[in-house]
T-cell receptor, first 110, second 113 residues
C-alpha cells in the first residue's frame, strides 16, 4: 500500500532555516500536503502542492517536489520558537483518503 | 468564515460503553472525513462521507460507524468501547471535489478507562 516516510526529529536554532523532508511511494499521488500540529491541537493546513508543480512559495514557507524521486520538502525560513510543533506530510491521489507520515517534531532553540 | 467544529472536545468513557462524536464542516463543504490519531499508529483514516453517502472506508472494525446529515454535519459512533480506542479523533472538511484543500478541526480527545 501507500507509504509516507518522514524523519522523526529536527532541531534548529531560532533564525535559521528548517528543512523537513518527506518521501512517498504512491506514484499516483497527485496532491501533497503539509500540516502543522501544536500540542493539544488539531491539524493546521500549512500548504499543499500539486504533482505538476516543482515548487510553491508562501511567505516563509517553500515546498519543493521532486516527482522522479517521490521526495517532498518543506523549508521554513527564519524559524521562530512559535514554529515548534509536529509537521505532517500527507498525500492523496485526489479521490482517496489522505495518507500521512508519522510526523517530524521540530524543536526551535532560542 | 467558521472553521471545522468538533464536539465534544474531551470525554472520558468506560470500557463497553458507546460514544458519539460530532463534526460541523466549513460552510459549503460537502465532504467530511474522520481520522484516528494515536501515538502508536499515527493518523489513520476511518471513513469519508459526501452528500450523505459513505464514499470511502478505512480498515476499522464494524464498531466504528458514521453518518452524514443533509446539512453536511457528520457524526461518528464507536460502540463497545475498548481501551485501545483512546485517541484523538479528527474530522476533516473539504468541498469534496478532486484535489480540494482539506481542513481539520481541533479534534475530540477520547479516553477509555
Amino acid at each position: 500500500g501507500e507509504d509516507v516516510e518522514q524523519s522523526l526529529f529536527l532541531s534548529v536554532r531560532e533564525g535559521d532555516s528548517s528543512v523537513i523532508n518527506c518521501t512517498y511511494t504512491d506514484s499516483s499521488s497527485t496532491y501533497l500536503y503539509w500540516y502543522k500540529q501544536e500540542p493539544g491541537a488539531g491539524l493546521q493546513l500549512l500548504t499543499y502542492i500539486f504533482s505538476n508543480m516543482d515548487m510553491k512559495q508562501d511567505q516563509r514557507l517553500t515546498v519543493l517536489l521532486n516527482k522522479k524521486d517521490k521526495h517532498l520538502s518543506l523549508r521554513i525560513a527564519d524559524t521562530q520558537t512559535g514554529d515548534s510543533a509536529i509537521y505532517f506530510c500527507a498525500e492523496s491521489s485526489g479521490n482517496t483518503p489522505l495518507v500521512f507520515g508519522k510526523g517530524t517534531r521540530l524543536s526551535v532553540i532560542a | 468564515k467558521a472553521g471545522v467544529t468538533q464536539t465534544p472536545r474531551y470525554l472520558i468513557k468506560t470500557r463497553g460503553q458507546q460514544v458519539t462524536l460530532s463534526c460541523s464542516p466549513i460552510s459549503g463543504h460537502r465532504s467530511v472525513s474522520w481520522y484516528q490519531q494515536t501515538p502508536g499508529q499515527g493518523l489513520q483514516f476511518l471513513f469519508e462521507y459526501f452528500s450523505e453517502t459513505q464514499r470511502n472506508k478505512g480498515n476499522f472494525p464494524g464498531r466504528f460507524s458514521g453518518r452524514q446529515f443533509s446539512n453536511s454535519r457528520s457524526e461518528m459512533n464507536v460502540s463497545t468501547l475498548e481501551l485501545g480506542d483512546s485517541a484523538l479523533y479528527l474530522c476533516a472538511s473539504s468541498l469534496g471535489d478532486r484535489g480540494n484543500t482539506i481542513y481539520f478541526g481541533e479534534g475530540s480527545w477520547l479516553t477509555v478507562v
